[in-house]
T-cell receptor
Framework: DAGITQSPRYKITETGRQVTLMCHQTWSHSYMFWYRQDLGHGLRLIYYSAAADITDKGEVPDGYVVSRSKTENFPLTLESATRSQTSVYFC??????????????FGPGTRLTVT | KNEVEQSPQNLTAQEGEFITINCSYSVGISALHWLQQHPGGGIVSLFMLSSGKKKHGRLIATINIQEKHSSLHITASHPRDSAVYICAVRGSGNQFYFGTGTSLTVIP
């Protein structure tokens, strides 16, 4: 299906486990983003990627790892999950319109619970 | 510190009312976004603004760069407009900052 998808949609894991959240987009957008959404904080940027093999830290990158070997995929890995990483995670993508900003298209979100 | 502040945090309106949601920001920006998050959690981009005003159906967004302020207006509000509206700005250094959202409930 065209668009941006995330998997899994729901995940429960234990403290200390590694977990990977997947994000896939079919538009060939150059930019992709990972956000977490928590009550009282709104959306916060974890990592973003301007193109394949180019990633950069956002506001809250600690405890997370990303990679982008293909334009369409942008997985987010929690190397050793902690309870504070319980959150809803959103992936987004956008075109590169040069100097000026661009609209972002959001995935449906992954609700992660760390017990 | 919050780079983006929205007001009000919560808003209840009667169907048909004119609604205004405000966003103030403290950083230099290249663009401002208004997002809508439905009760089911999905997020949709409504507007992207760098100056002036944009209109889409019953929604109008304005931005005043000098005052670092934007407003989202909904005319003839409807219960299906009930959602959380989020203001977001892109700073000069590729950083994105988000407000905590305005929860709107429109009562029939």
């Amino acid at each position: 299906d065209a668009g941006i998808t995330q998997s899994p949609r729901y995940k429960i894991t234990e403290t200390g486990r590694q977990v990977t959240l997947m994000c896939h987009q079919t538009w060939s957008h150059s930019y992709m983003f990972w956000y977490r959404q928590d009550l009282g904080h709104g959306l916060r940027l974890i990592y973003y990627s301007a193109a394949a093999d180019i990633t950069d830290k956002g506001e809250v990158p600690d405890g997370y790892v990303v990679s982008r070997s293909k334009t369409e995929n942008f997985p987010l890995t929690l190397e050793s999950a902690t309870r504070s990483q319980t959150s809803v995670y959103f992936c987004a993508s956008s075109e590169n319109r040069g100097v000026y900003s661009y609209e972002q298209y959001f995935g449906p979100g992954t609700r992660l619970t760390v017990t | 510190k919050n780079e983006v502040e929205q007001s009000p945090q919560n808003l209840t309106a009667q169907e048909g009312e004119f609604i205004t949601i405000n966003c103030s920001y403290s950083v230099g920006i290249s663009a401002l976004h208004w997002l809508q998050q439905h009760p089911g959690g999905g997020i949709v981009s409504l507007f992207m603004l760098s100056s002036g005003k944009k209109k889409h159906g019953r929604l109008i967004a304005t931005i005043n760069i000098q005052e670092k302020h934007s407003s989202l207006h909904i005319t003839a509000s409807h219960p299906r407009d009930s959602a959380v509206y989020i203001c977001a700005v892109r700073g000069s250094g590729n950083q994105f900052y988000f407000g905590t959202g305005t929860s709107l409930t429109v009562i029939p």
